[in-house]
């Protein structure tokens, strides 16, 4: 049954390695001859169609996940970005261009503190005040928070968002071609088994016709 299984599977493999489903055109030369028994192959259908499954639900919930966090990364990379840019002054060149705005210092001609909120729970905020810094803390996931100069946590954030956004491209390609090889195995499945209810009625039809002709032979 072992060696049957493996028989299932292509060689050929997309470039994540998920072996292809070949289609099978003649049915009686793939199971060998019109005296083949099916069961075993059915069954080796079976199990690379719940071993395909099983990879189209694993890489469902990587989707979903990759999904949730990429948005979250851009946010957290313009967050940054823009921590950067009031640091350099980029931000009030821009604004300079009109003379008269002025809101954004204080009589001392300092720039004002940056106020913002943040979520202590899921229905409570807080207000803060960002001191001016050149230094950012970044979690990193499993209760890990790091510190960054603001230029390394906004190469290491724009080399995850990349990372993220090419795993989800890939992810949602293996999805797609999964469900290609799925509908191409059940529709094997559904192949080998009408070839065995027609040889099964062609068998049925011989035998009786082989007896009426003994019969009226008598």
């Given at each position: 049954?072992a060696?049957?299984?493996?028989?299932?599977?292509?060689e050929e493999?997309?470039?994540?390695?998920?072996?292809?489903?070949?289609?099978?055109?003649d049915?009686?030369?793939?199971?060998?001859g019109?005296?083949a028994?099916?069961?075993g192959?059915?069954?080796?259908f079976?199990?690379?169609?719940?071993?395909?499954?099983?990879?189209?639900?694993n890489?469902?919930q990587?989707r979903?996940?990759?999904e949730?966090?990429?948005?979250?990364i851009?946010?957290t990379?313009?967050?940054?970005?823009?921590?950067q840019?009031?640091?350099?002054?980029?931000?009030?060149?821009?604004?300079?261009?009109?003379?008269?705005?002025?809101?954004?210092e204080?009589?001392?001609?300092?720039t004002?503190?940056?106020?913002?909120?943040?979520e202590?729970n899921?229905?409570?905020?807080?207000?803060?005040?960002?001191?001016e810094?050149?230094?950012?803390?970044?979690?990193?996931?499993?209760?890990?928070m790091l510190?960054?100069?603001i230029?390394?946590?906004?190469?290491?954030?724009?080399?995850?968002?990349s990372?993220a956004?090419?795993?989800l491209?890939?992810?949602?390609?293996?999805?797609e071609f999964?469900?290609?090889?799925?509908?191409?195995?059940?529709?094997?499945?559904a192949?080998?088994?009408?070839?065995?209810?027609?040889?099964?009625?062609q068998?049925?039809e011989?035998a009786?016709?082989?007896?009426?002709?003994g019969?009226?032979?008598?």
């Amino acid at each position: 049954m072992a060696t049957k299984l493996k028989a299932v599977f292509s060689e050929e493999k997309n470039p994540r390695g998920i072996p292809k489903a070949p289609f099978i055109a003649d049915v009686e030369e793939y199971l060998g001859g019109p005296n083949a028994e099916v069961e075993g192959t059915l069954k080796s259908f079976q199990d690379a169609i719940a071993k395909y499954r099983y990879m189209d639900a694993n890489l469902a919930q990587r989707r979903a996940s990759l999904e949730e966090k990429i948005p979250d990364i851009k946010k957290t990379l313009d967050m940054v970005e823009y921590l950067q840019e009031r640091r350099e002054g980029k931000s009030k060149a821009s604004e300079d261009d009109d003379l008269a705005d002025l809101d954004d210092e204080d009589e001392s001609g300092s720039t004002k503190p940056l106020r913002t909120t943040f979520e202590l729970n899921d229905t409570l905020f807080a207000e803060a005040e960002i001191e001016e810094s050149d230094t950012v803390y970044l979690w990193l996931g499993a209760n890990v928070m790091l510190s960054y100069k603001i230029p390394e946590a906004i190469a290491l954030l724009k080399s995850k968002l990349s990372g993220a956004e090419i795993s989800l491209n890939n992810t949602v390609e293996d999805l797609e071609f999964l469900r290609e090889q799925l509908t191409i195995m059940e529709v094997n499945t559904a192949r080998v088994y009408n070839w065995d209810v027609k040889r099964r009625r062609q068998r049925r039809e011989e035998a009786a016709r082989v007896t009426a002709k003994g019969r009226s032979d008598e």
